[in-house]
């Protein structure tokens, strides 16, 4: 019991401490921690150099990170890192002195809402900056150690976050299964009465259309984040109605931590530069212009057990160039679109995104919900959850308005359904495709 005792305490200790530095580095401009971010660079490289698969890129060219490390543009010279490649080979992606070793490691897996769940690993010292980086955003965005978070969580994580502190009345959070039914997720919220709530876009939505139905809204939140699916203007607006606060956007991973939030006040999503360094590069592999679709492709600065660089993180979005609050230009993520394979690609190449679908059914106040799936290249099944009634009064002008959104004759078939159940990773993506390329 006292070792027990003894190492809460130690990780309590480390724990601040990161949270104590990433807080000072907040307040840091981009130029004053230009130095910092290189260092950084640095020691990931020379971490890299013992991975199997970054030392064999790294010989491939003759670079050597003892004698030859220049810089941040150094990343550049390892190839983009894919979900594919890790899945079929994890141990290449690990420190060689650690791969028979990972007992005493932190071990995360990912949904696996694209069907390629992996399994990632952390050190003690890097799972704990991981959370100090979700601390800090939460600090930032107006929470107290004192308040009271409800989470939407997987079942194979509510255990997680009990601690001495907890006990004390600190960093009180209440993780519910957001696997449950909306009526059962709805009644725990109304029950913990919290001042923070998070989760995902569907688990959020699910529970303010079962306030809705009630004639309800939820008590005194003052914070709701959410992350993980695309935060659309009609979520916004749902939400506002239910929760009675705006959300706060955040984009993050499970391989990643958190990358980049919604600070009030301020233009898109500002990227955590400090902590993941950020490429949008275009279909060819080109940075890609801002306004212009672009890959998400992500180095963490404090990961070196499983090193992701130059990571594709299977997103896409738009950027753009800023001024932040100290009049230095920086980028921001605009707009995220969705997933890369949550692309319509037509008979003649071009593409269909979420939105293109969004923007024809956020006409419509009676549909609930909506999920496309697309079946052949000109062919697609649309999903809705509304009354028959009204889609019967609407349905000619919906199928008139979806055949406009290609010059090509596309069918759409419409299937009607009391309420569309999110995926087994509790989202719920709204643009599938359900064919082979």
Known sequence: MRDARKHHALSLITLTTSLLGLLADSGRSSSDLAGTVQNRVRKLMMAAATVPRHREAMQHTGYDPQHDFSGIADLSRLPVMTKEELKAAPENFLQEDYAHRLAGCFSDR?????????????SKREREIQV????????LSGYC????????????RLDEGRSMLQQLGLL???AVDYTLPPEVLT????????????????????????????????????????GGEVIDASTRRRCREAFGVEITETYGT???????????????????SDCTLFEFLDRKGDPAAPGQWARIIVTDLHGWLMPFIRYDQGDLATYKIVEDERGESVQV?????????????????RSLTYLDFYETMDNYAGIRQFRIRQQAPDRFLVELAAEA?????????????????????????????????????????MLVQDFKT
Not at 132 to 139: C, Y
Not at 145 to 156: A, E, H, I, M, R
Not at 261 to 268: A, D, I, M, N, V
Request: charged share 25%; net charge positive; hydrophobic share 40%.
């Open 389 to 429: 009634a009204y889609y019967r009064a609407i349905e000619n002008e919906l199928l008139n308005k979806l055949a406009r959104l290609s010059h090509l004759p596309l069918a759409f078939e419409i299937r009607l359904a009391e309420r569309i159940p999110p995926d087994s990773s509790g989202k719920m993506r």
């Open 254 to 272: 499970v391989e990643m931590g958190v990358m980049a939030w919604q600070q009030k006040g301020r233009e898109g999503l500002s990227l955590i």
């Open 172 to 174: 009180r959070r209440h």
């Open 187 to 226: 009644d725990e919220l109304l029950r913990c009465r919290p001042a923070v709530v998070y989760g995902v876009r569907t688990s959020l939505l699910m529970v303010a259309d079962e306030l809705a139905r009630r004639g309800r809204q939820t008590p005194a939140v003052k914070l709701l984040l959410a």
């Open 110 to 122: 990912t949904s696996g809402s694209t069907g390629m769940p992996l399994t990632v690993y952390r």
């Open 132 to 139: 100090a980086k979700w601390m800090r955003l939460l600090l």
């Open 333 to 349: 993520i605009d707009r995220i679109i969705g997933r890369q394979d949550d692309i319509a690609t037509l008979p003649d190449g």
């Open 145 to 156: 150690p004192t308040d009271k978070v409800f989470s939407f969580t997987s079942p194979g």
